[in-house]
C-alpha cells in the first residue's frame, strides 16, 4: 500500500521518501540488540528520525493492525476499522492531517482519530512542527478488513492521497 500511495503522491508532484522498502527492519548500523520487541521498537524511532534528518515536511506511518484471536468463536476477531493516531502536540498539525485521512477513506466502514503516544510519532513529534501521524489500515485479524487490505489496495492508496491533498488545500 505504501508504494502504491508513494506512486500516486508523485504523479501529483510530491517528493516521497520510504523510511521501509521491504520486510527488513530499518536500523541504524550500531544498534546491536538481537530481540525483535527492542528491534521493532528501535526500528520504529530510527523510521522518525530518518525522515526528520531529511527534512521531510510531512511523516505518515503505516500499519496493519491485529488483536490476539484465541479461536473463531473469540469475539475480537470482530474489531476492525481505520484508525489514525498522533501525538498530542500544540506544535503541528497532526490532528488536522489524521482528520483528512480519516475524512478520505470510504473503504473501511469504522474509524476514528486517537491521540497516542507511540514511540514512532513521539519521535517524529519532538523537536518538530511538522505533522505526523501513525495510520492503521484495518485489521488483519478480521477477515473483513484483511479482504479490503488485499483487494482494495489501489483503492486506500487513492484515498490517503486525497487526504493528504486535502491537507494542503485548506
Known amino acids: 500500500i505504501a508504494k502504491k500511495l508513494k506512486t500516486k503522491l508523485e504523479q501529483n508532484n510530491y517528493t516521497v521518501i520510504l523510511t ?12 546491536t540488540a538481537t530481540d525483535q520487541s527492542s528491534k521493532r521498537k528501535r526500528s520504529l ?32 476477531k470482530d474489531i476492525n476499522g481505520f484508525n489514525v493516531y498522533y501525538y498530542d502536540s500544540t506544535k503541528t498539525n497532526s490532528k488536522k492531517l489524521s482528520e483528512k485521512l480519516l475524512e478520505a477513506n470510504t473503504v473501511f466502514t469504522d474509524g476514528e482519530v486517537k491521540i497516542e503516544d507511540f514511540a514512532v510519532i513521539v519521535t517524529w513529534s519532538k523537536d518538530n512542527t511538522n505533522p505526523g501521524c501513525l495510520v ?35
Open 20 to 31: 521501509r522498502d521491504g520486510e527488513f527492519l530499518p536500523l541504524p548500523s550500531d544498534y
Open 45 to 76: 524511532k530510527y523510521r522518525a528520525e530518518f525522515a526528520k534528518e531529511k527534512n521531510a515536511n510531512m511523516f505518515i506511518s503505516l500499519h496493519l493492525n491485529s488483536v490476539e484471536v484465541t479461536d473463531d468463536k473469540d469475539k475480537r
Open 136 to 170: 492503521e489500515l484495518g485489521y488483519i485479524t478480521n477477515a473483513d478488513d484483511l479482504k479490503k487490505q488485499k483487494e482494495k489496495q489501489d483503492d486506500i492508496a487513492k484515498e490517503l492521497c486525497e487526504g493528504i491533498k486535502k491537507y494542503y488545500e485548506n
